[in-house]
């Protein structure tokens, strides 16, 4: 009926052994994962740092190209509309005595001279339009372009009339289907088309090239 205590002396050390290796374990593991997760922090911390800086050297970059590409944009401008503006007047003057001779002349020099003279002054009348275009191409970045119906049919047929010496020389046959009119700039649907043909011609292949204009409409 009595109840027993026994009494066991043990060592410090032997005592909290199980204890500490049991810790150790547990720290041991800890560390197996957390060293990688703290290695993939680190790593990922630097890309993030290295990826921020060339984004901030791109964007300068970018930022110092469009400033440059808009001073270069303006000189361009510039210069068009002084090239466009100083060429009037001495194209006025051939243009002027061009006409004076096909009137003057006209059927007294027999029929070729009638025909250069001809094309002299559709020549002259044409690059008239084309200096006037230029000029309010040149207004295009310091001013709002008013977008008016334009007949997309006689703006073609005046662009190939402007190319006619290009066309000829290369034998290319320069086609359209239904245009339409719709609201736009006149001279720079001119230059669309102008770029559209040139550019075909000048990329040809072998053979003589075949350019073909359609519109479709597209949504409503």
Not at 44 to 63: C, D, G, P, Y
Not at 92 to 119: P, S
Request: charged content about 20%; proline content about 4%.
């Amino acid at each position: 009926g009595f109840d027993w205590t026994v009494l066991v002396r043990l060592d410090r050390d032997r005592a909290y052994a199980p204890i500490n290796r049991r810790i150790w374990a547990i720290v041991s593991v800890g560390l197996l994962l957390v060293m990688p997760l703290a290695g993939f922090g680190v790593w990922a911390s630097w890309r993030l740092v290295r990826e921020q800086r060339i984004l901030v050297v791109s964007q300068q970059a970018l930022t110092e190209s469009i400033a440059e590409l808009s001073r270069s944009n303006s000189d361009l401008q510039q210069f068009a509309y002084v090239a466009s503006h100083d060429l009037q007047e001495p194209l006025r003057m051939v243009a002027l005595y061009t006409q004076l001779l096909a009137k003057r002349y006209k059927g007294k020099l027999g029929a070729d001279a009638d025909e250069f003279i001809e094309y002299a002054v559709d020549g002259a009348v044409r690059m008239q339009q084309m200096i006037q275009d230029l000029l309010a191409y040149s207004r295009v970045g310091s001013q709002e372009i008013e977008l008016v119906p334009t007949d997309c049919k006689m703006v073609f047929e005046r662009t190939v009339a402007a190319l006619k010496v290009v066309i000829a020389e290369t034998d290319a046959v320069v086609t359209h289907g239904p245009l339409p009119t719709v609201m736009a700039d006149a001279s720079q649907l001119a230059l669309l088309f102008q770029n559209l043909i040139s550019n075909a011609i000048k990329f040809r292949g072998k053979d003589p090239p075949h350019v073909h204009i359609a519109a479709e409409q597209q949504g409503t």
